[in-house]
């Protein structure tokens, strides 16, 4: 397993982290126990959780599985989500942020969170009052780094702009969806992330399964899987050629003797931007498989062919102003030329 810098921070993580979503959602206890081992004995040190998954289900298994190891543990959670029906219960208000975080820390047993994620975008709260209280929590002890997910590239950047002119903890990690099937990150949020110093942690890198072996090209429903259950499948945002995509994906794992999860993952993973990305499941054996996906290198040609079936189409202005780098440098004549 190899660990990787969050960002510009001291902190590293394992390049794999693990998803507890399906912990009370697919996992008892007792699997997830089995499968927090299983990531310990693969190398594994990085763990994400969020208060709204299963109601805080999952933050409270989580806590049970790491009990009596939480310092080996990057242990991570997000607040914005609604937990419970009165008007203050959701987003990332000040009132809010304080009381999530308490919550948080008692369902997980332990006394500070290594990273705390906003969840999702909070158009009625203002990036200061949520930085500040994110600050706040750092100088407490209660967090040691502060991060977001799902902001737009301008958000982002003004978030880290402000928390810099402030003199409050900055964002120290962008955690966004990404795999072989949505790539819409590489137009705008990677640029911004690469140029403040953000580590990218990857959710969805098997876009739901969608990657991991059990869907033919074409097909956007199986049973027994997410896409016929109704939750967490994200094929509204899949690009055009996901059949095409899938059927590469197939053939070249089968080229190198991978599974599909395996390739698709690692293919994520070699990304130069890539600090890590979080894969999920519903038992220790299939978690087993996909984390044999950590420590090696996909071969350069196959990394090649997967990129190129699946880059993104080129988008205004970006590629618009692209050429013109060379118009600027080809306009140059030096002396005696």
Same mark, same amino acid.
């Given at each position: 397993?190899?660990?990787?810098?969050?960002?510009?921070?001291?902190?590293?993580?394992?390049?794999?982290?693990?998803?507890?979503?399906?912990?009370?959602?697919?996992?008892?206890?007792?699997?997830?126990?089995?499968?927090?081992?299983? $990531?310990?004995?693969?190398?594994?040190?990085?763990?994400?959780?969020?208060? +709204?998954?299963?109601?805080?289900?999952?933050?409270?298994?989580?806590?049970?599985?790491?009990?009596?190891?939480?310092?080996?543990?990057?242990? +991570?959670?997000?607040?914005?989500?609604?937990?419970?029906?009165? *008007?203050?219960?959701?987003?990332?208000?000040?009132?809010?942020?304080?009381?999530?975080?308490?919550?948080?820390?008692?369902? !997980?047993?332990?006394?500070?969170?290594?990273?705390?994620?906003?969840?999702?975008?909070? +158009?009625?709260?203002?990036?200061?009052?949520?930085?500040?209280?994110?600050?706040?929590?750092?100088?407490?002890?209660?967090?040691?780094?502060?991060?977001?997910?799902?902001?737009?590239?301008?958000?982002?950047?003004?978030?880290?702009?402000?928390?810099?002119?402030?003199?409050?903890?900055?964002?120290? $990690?962008?955690? #966004?969806?990404?795999? !072989?099937?949505?790539?819409?990150?590489?137009?705008?949020?990677?640029?911004?992330?690469?140029?403040?110093?953000?580590?990218?942690?990857?959710?969805? #890198?098997?876009?739901?399964?969608?990657?991991?072996?059990?869907?033919?090209?074409?097909?956007?429903?199986?049973?027994?899987?997410?896409? $016929?259950?109704?939750?967490?499948?994200?094929?509204?945002?899949?690009?055009?050629?996901?059949?095409?995509?899938?059927?590469?994906?197939?053939?070249?794992?089968?080229?190198?003797?991978?599974?599909?999860?395996?390739?698709?993952?690692?293919?994520? !993973?070699?990304?130069?931007?890539?600090?890590?990305?979080?894969?999920?499941?519903?038992?220790?054996?299939?978690?087993?498989?996909?984390?044999? $996906?950590?420590?090696?290198?996909? #071969?350069?040609?196959?990394?090649?062919?997967?990129?190129?079936?699946?880059?993104?189409?080129?988008?205004? *202005?970006?590629?618009?102003?692209?050429?013109?780098?060379?118009?600027?440098?080809?306009?140059?004549?030096?002396?005696?030329?």
């Amino acid at each position: 397993m190899e660990y990787r810098r969050l960002g510009r921070s001291g902190l590293k993580v394992s390049e794999i982290c693990l998803g507890t979503m399906t912990f009370g959602n697919g996992a008892d206890q007792a699997e997830a126990v089995r499968m927090v081992d299983a $990531a310990f004995d693969a190398g594994v040190n990085f763990f994400d959780c969020a208060d +709204t998954y299963v109601g805080g289900m999952s933050e409270t298994m989580l806590g049970v599985a790491l009990k009596g190891r939480r310092s080996q543990a990057v242990v +991570t959670s997000k607040v914005f989500n609604p937990m419970g029906h009165g *008007p203050n219960d959701a987003g990332t208000s000040r009132l809010h942020i304080m009381q999530a975080v308490e919550a948080s820390l008692r369902r !997980l047993q332990t006394d500070y969170l290594d990273i705390y994620y906003i969840h999702h975008v909070d +158009t009625q709260t203002t990036q200061e009052e949520m930085l500040r209280a994110f600050d706040d929590l750092v100088r407490q002890g209660k967090v040691m780094y502060v991060a977001c997910s799902n902001y737009e590239a301008w958000r982002l950047v003004d978030a880290v702009w402000l928390a810099e002119s402030k003199g409050w903890s900055r964002f120290e $990690a962008y955690q #966004p969806q990404y795999s !072989l099937v949505v790539r819409d990150i590489e137009e705008e949020i990677v640029p911004a992330c690469e140029a403040k110093g953000l580590g990218i942690v990857a959710w969805s #890198p098997l876009a739901s399964g969608y990657l991991a072996g059990r869907y033919k090209p074409g097909d956007l429903k199986v049973e027994g899987t997410r896409s $016929a259950q109704g939750w967490a499948f994200q094929s509204r945002f899949f690009a055009p050629n996901h059949a095409e995509i899938l059927q590469t994906l197939l053939d070249t794992a089968r080229e190198i003797g991978r599974s599909p999860a395996q390739t698709a993952l690692r293919w994520a !993973l070699d990304q130069p931007f890539m600090t890590s990305a979080i894969v999920g499941a519903r038992n220790a054996g299939q978690l087993g498989e996909t984390l044999t $996906a950590g420590g090696w290198r996909l #071969p350069v040609e196959i990394f090649d062919r997967l990129n190129k079936v699946s880059a993104p189409s080129h988008r205004y *202005p970006r590629a618009f102003e692209e050429p013109l780098v060379d118009r600027r440098s080809g306009s140059l004549k030096m002396p005696g030329r």
